[in-house]
């Protein structure tokens, strides 16, 4: 393993919109929007607000007891406290490759957007934005992009955890509060507003509590979240000792859910203004969106203003999960950062080009028109970080003695950590036996 100095974050202010970084990304203004729209709006929301709470920040602190403690990447970090467990490091590692299959793609298409909006070519085009999405998804500029992407991310990565995203997260996280704070006050006055506003707000709660919107919600607390995938492990161990963990843990799930809200706000009203659907899927905020901006002043400025702030928001995502595989070919192999950089960006884009290129149809598992994209998203949203999630909470609470975490939870007796209790008994009994039962669910065995 490299015994190269670990690298720290600047203080607590940076670990909270550190994290939160990797938390505030496209799975909150792109993923959120899009799942809400496909399983009934306010009742999704409803639900996902919920499992926030119940399933992912009792995760995420589990996460980052683990990284801080350990000062190692995902597996050496189970590896050092058990080493029969270093394979949960491992399924974090590899919900990481998985999510860079498809998630630079997407942050691509930010890329597209920004320019497009820049140059005046999305406005005055005669075509729906719905025709233009899918004609640039046919073009080869969706696989330049995508490698931009990853080039752009491949560059802040190979100088080190705190000259890249460190800055850009102070930066850019409160810069994307307020246009989307804007932009909701905007959509607000957009005819036709009020049936978005009541997709969204008003639940139907037979909906709600349906295993599939349940079983699909804890999918998104986990990914908008970011655990599940040994990015919270990673980025905890670049914590320094005197960080709240359970503070920090509640930080960023609250601004995440904020995020989360107000990119629904945003959205759905302009959906249903625009005479949409709101279960139009992937695309979604990619054809909503620019209905926002058309009938602005300086529309294009608009346009172009929120597409860079949603690549930083997505640039900070990608630096986390890249720096999960970085991290891990480092210190496991030995190997410089320059290498273990260039080696995960590899893997990346050759992901990525697999997700472009190859669309199937496997009759026998009756499969039609499906690509890698697919597969990854479904794969690591819908398995690989809530089975992630689960066996945390099961080392955390079971392997682990209670010490563990409440000398994390309490930075060894310096904090008072009064929540220690609820959130012992959250990650022992609740958490687990509720992903547990999901899964079970949704396979249609009970």
């Known amino acids: 393993m490299s015994q190269q100095k670990r690298a720290s974050f600047g203080g607590k ?48 602190l589990g996460e980052f007891a683990v990284g801080r403690q350990t000062k190692m990447n995902a597996v050496g970090g189970y590896r050092s406290l058990a080493k029969n467990w270093r394979w949960l490091g491992y399924c974090g590692v590899i919900g990481a490759m998985f999510i860079s299959g498809y998630y630079y793609i997407v942050a691509g298409w930010s890329l597209e957007y920004f320019f497009s909006s820049l140059t005046g070519s999305l406005y005055s085009s005669t075509e729906s934005f719905t025709t233009q999405f899918a004609t640039f998804q046919a073009s080869w500029r969706e696989v330049l992009y995508t490698f931009l992407f990853i080039l752009l991310t491949h560059l ?25 704070v804007i932009m909701a006050i905007r959509v607000a006055f957009m005819p036709g507003a ?8 008003r639940p139907n709660f037979a909906e709600a509590f349906s295993a599939k919107t349940i079983f699909t919600a804890i999918g998104q607390a986990f990914f908008s979240l970011s655990v599940g995938m040994g990015c919270m492990v990673t980025y905890a161990s670049y914590f320094k000792e005197d960080n709240n963990l359970t503070g920090t843990s509640l930080s960023v799930a609250l601004l995440t859910l904020l995020v989360a809200v107000l990119a629904g706000l945003v959205i759905f009203p302009a959906v249903f203004s625009a ?9 979604l905020i990619f054809v909503t969106l620019p209905e926002i901006f058309k009938d602005m002043p300086m529309a294009g400025v608009w346009s172009s203003v929120f597409f860079i702030l949603l690549i930083m928001a997505s ?13 891990y070919f480092l210190e496991e192999y030995n190997l410089s950062r320059k290498a273990a950089t260039r080696i995960t960006s590899a893997l990346s884009l ?17 499969i039609q028109d499906t690509s890698f994209f697919d597969i990854f998203d479904y794969t690591t949203a819908n398995i690989l970080m809530p ?20 000398d994390q939870m309490t930075n060894h007796g310096k904090l008072r950590g009064r929540l220690f209790p609820l959130l012992w008994f959250t990650l022992r009994y609740i958490t687990p036996l509720l992903i547990i039962y999901i899964f079970v669910k949704n396979l249609g065995i009970i």
């Open 350 to 366: 050759a992901l990525c080009l697999l997700s472009l290129l190859w669309v199937f149809d496997i009759k026998v598992l009756d």
């Open 275 to 283: 005479g949409l659907e709101p279960s139009e899927g992937a695309s």
């Open 156 to 180: 802040i990565i190979i100088r080190g955890v705190e000259k890249g995203i460190e800055k850009a997260s102070k930066v850019m996280m409160p810069a994307l509060f307020v246009i989307l």
């Open 315 to 327: 640039l900070t995502s990608t630096i986390s999960f890249h720096e999960v595989l970085t991290a």
């Open 13 to 60: 202010l940076s670990a909270i919109l550190v994290a939160a970084g990797s938390a505030i990304g496209l799975g909150s203004i792109w993923r959120f929007p899009y799942m809400a729209g496909e399983h009934g709006g306010a009742a999704f929301m409803l639900v996902y607000l919920l499992c926030v709470f119940v399933v992912g920040i009792p995760v995420m």
């Open 194 to 201: 009020e049936g978005g506003y009541e997709f969204f707000l």
């Open 387 to 406: 089975i992630g999630g689960l066996f945390t909470c099961l080392f955390v609470t079971w392997k682990m003695k209670p010490s563990f975490l409440r």
